[in-house]
C-alpha cells in the first residue's frame, strides 16, 4: 500500500488527497452493463437528483437508449461551443490512399475465391480499389464492367484475359467520379469539431455522468477521446461502419502518447488502431426528417464481418436505412449506449464486436447535431494502467504549476496592498503637481488626466 499512495503523500493534501497512482489489481475487470432483454428498463439517478431510464434496444451488441440523458439547455450549450470553434473539419472527397496497397490487392488470383478461373462481380468487388471516404457497393460493379465493356463475351464473369484489359487508374477514376457526381457515394458526408472535456464545466460534468452510467472506472473515463461534435445537412450520412478496429499486433491509437508520439499527430493506421471499447452517442437537436442512427445487423442469429462488407447493400444508409435491424430516431437530449468491443476470458477487452456495425441514415428535411463520447481502454491492459499514471502525472504536474501560479498572483496581491497607501500618496502628489503645472501651461484637461491613474482621479473627483 505504500508505494501506492508514497507519491501523493510528497503532493500538498488540500488538493491531491484523491490522487492515488494505479495498479493493476484496482482494474481486474471492465464493467459493463447487462442488456437483461429487449425493451427491459433500468434506472439511474444522476447529481442532480433527475432519474432516468436506460431502455435496452438490442442485446447483441448490447444498445441502450436514454431518454432526456442531456438537457435542452446542456444540447444547447455544446452546440455553442462547437459553433465558436474555429477547428471544424470537412468529410472530404479527395482523402489520402495507400494505392500501392490497393494496386496490390488489384489481382486476378486474390480475386478468385472459388478457383474456377473466372471472376464474378462479387470477386471482383473484393478486389476493386478502394478510395478514402468512398463507397461502392456490390450493386455499382456491373455498371463498372459495362460502361469500360471489359466482359467481352458477356457472361457476366471475367477471364484472366477480360480482368486484364482493366487500368486501375482508370478504375480510380471512376470511383472518384462517381463520388463527385452523387454524395450518396461519399461513406461520410458531415463535418465535425473536437471539444475538449476539461475545456468547460458542462463537458466535465458529463465525463462524471458518464461514470455513472457506465459504472467505468474515472481513470478509464479520463484517459479517453475528447467530445466530438458533428454537423450533417441534407443530404448527410454516414454509412455503415465500425467506430473501433479489430484486434491485432497494432497499439492503441489513444495510448500513442506512451510511444512519444503527440495525441495532435495524424492518425497512422499501420502502426495504429482504434480502441473504442463503448460509444455513448448524443442527439443534440431534433431533426425534422430523417437522420436516424441504423445498426444493420444487431441482434442478428449470426454475423460474418465477410458477409457485411460483401453485402454491399446493407451499409448503404442513403438507401438501405429502414432495412436495418434496429433503426433509432433522432430526439434531442436522447443518448444511445453501445458496446463496440466484446470481453476477453479475462473480463477486460477483447475483439470488435462484428454486431455493432452502424450509421447515420440521410438527412431528409433539417439538420442534424450530434457528439460523440468515446470510451477508449488499452486492449493491452498493462499499457491502459501506464496510460493512466501517465496523465494522472501530467494532471498533477499541471495543477501544481496551477497553484503555483495562484500563490504568486497572491503575494503580489498582498504586496500591492501593502505598498497601495504609499503609492496612493505619491499619485496624489504627482496630480497636485501637474495641477499646479496645468495651470500655469493651460494643458487641456484631457491631455491631463491621460497621465495619471484614472481610478484615482475618478476616485478622488
Ligand atoms: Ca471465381
Ligand atoms: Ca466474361
Not at 208 to 220: E, I, Q
Not at 235 to 244: A, K, P, R, S, V
Amino acid at each position: 500500500m505504500e508505494s501506492r499512495f508514497g507519491n501523493a503523500l510528497l503532493l500538498p493534501l488540500t488538493v491531491f488527497t484523491f490522487v492515488h497512482l494505479i495498479n493493476s489489481e484496482d482494474f481486474l475487470h471492465l464493467p459493463r452493463l447487462n442488456p437483461v432483454s429487449i425493451g427491459h428498463e433500468q434506472t439511474m439517478h444522476l447529481e442532480s437528483g433527475r432519474t432516468l431510464t436506460i431502455k435496452t434496444l438490442a442485446v447483441n451488441p448490447p444498445i441502450f437508449e436514454i431518454e432526456d440523458y442531456l438537457t435542452n439547455i446542456e444540447c444547447d450549450h455544446i452546440i455553442a461551443l462547437a459553433m465558436a470553434s474555429s477547428k471544424w473539419t470537412e468529410s472530404t472527397i479527395k482523402g489520402k490512399v495507400d494505392k500501392d496497397k490497393e494496386i496490390r490487392k488489384f489481382n486476378f488470383t486474390q480475386g478468385d475465391k472459388n478457383n474456377d478461373n473466372l471472376l464474378d462481380h462479387l470477386e471482383l468487388w473484393y478486389v476493386m480499389p478502394r478510395l478514402q471516404n468512398s463507397l461502392i457497393t456490390i450493386k455499382s460493379i456491373p455498371e463498372f464492367v459495362q460502361l469500360y465493356n471489359y466482359d467481352v463475351d458477356g457472361d457476366e464473369k471475367l477471364t484472366n484475359e477480360e480482368f486484364d484489359r482493366i487500368d486501375i487508374n482508370v478504375a480510380f477514376q471512376w470511383i472518384e467520379n462517381k463520388m463527385k457526381k452523387d454524395k450518396k457515394n461519399v461513406i461520410r458526408l458531415s463535418k465535425q469539431v473536437w471539444l475538449n472535456h476539461d475545456s468547460d464545466e458542462v463537458l466535465r460534468s458529463l465525463k462524471t455522468r458518464v461514470v455513472s452510467l457506465t459504472r467505468l472506472p474515472k481513470g478509464v473515463v479520463d484517459t479517453s477521446e475528447q467530445l466530438q461534435v458533428a454537423q450533417y445537412d441534407v443530404g448527410g450520412h454516414y454509412h455503415g461502419h465500425f467506430d473501433t478496429s479489430k484486434l491485432d499486433k497494432r497499439k492503441c491509437l489513444h495510448s500513442r502518447e506512451l510511444d512519444g508520439i503527440k495525441l495532435t499527430e495524424p492518425y497512422d493506421a499501420v502502426k495504429y488502431r482504434l480502441c473504442r471499447y463503448a460509444t455513448l452517442m448524443y442527439y443534440l437537436n431534433d431533426v425534422d426528417e430523417g437522420g436516424e442512427t441504423a445498426f444493420p445487423v444487431a441482434d442478428n442469429a449470426t454475423v460474418s464481418e465477410k458477409v457485411i462488407r460483401a453485402g454491399g447493400n446493407i451499409g448503404d444508409l442513403s438507401n438501405h436505412c429502414t432495412d436495418a435491424n434496429l433503426v433509432v430516431k433522432p430526439k434531442k437530449g436522447k443518448a444511445v449506449l453501445w458496446y463496440n468491443h466484446l470481453h476477453n476470458k479475462d473480463g477486460w477487452v477483447g475483439d470488435k464486436d462484428p454486431f455493432s456495425y452502424h450509421g447515420g441514415c440521410d438527412i431528409v428535411k433539417g439538420v442534424k447535431w450530434i457528439a460523440n463520447h468515446w470510451i477508449t481502454v488499452d486492449t493491452d491492459k498493462q499499457r491502459h494502467i501506464r496510460l493512466m499514471n501517465l496523465r494522472e502525472k501530467r494532471y498533477r504536474g499541471v495543477e501544481r504549476a496551477k497553484q503555483e501560479y495562484n500563490q504568486k498572483q497572491e503575494e503580489q496581491a498582498m504586496k500591492q496592498k501593502e505598498t497601495q497607501p504609499q503609492q496612493q500618496e505619491q499619485r496624489k502628489k504627482q496630480h497636485q503637481n501637474l495641477r499646479k503645472h496645468h495651470n500655469n501651461q493651460h494643458l487641456p484637461q484631457s491631455e491631463l488626466i491621460g497621465l495619471e491613474d484614472k481610478s484615482y482621479i475618478r476616485n478622488e473627483l
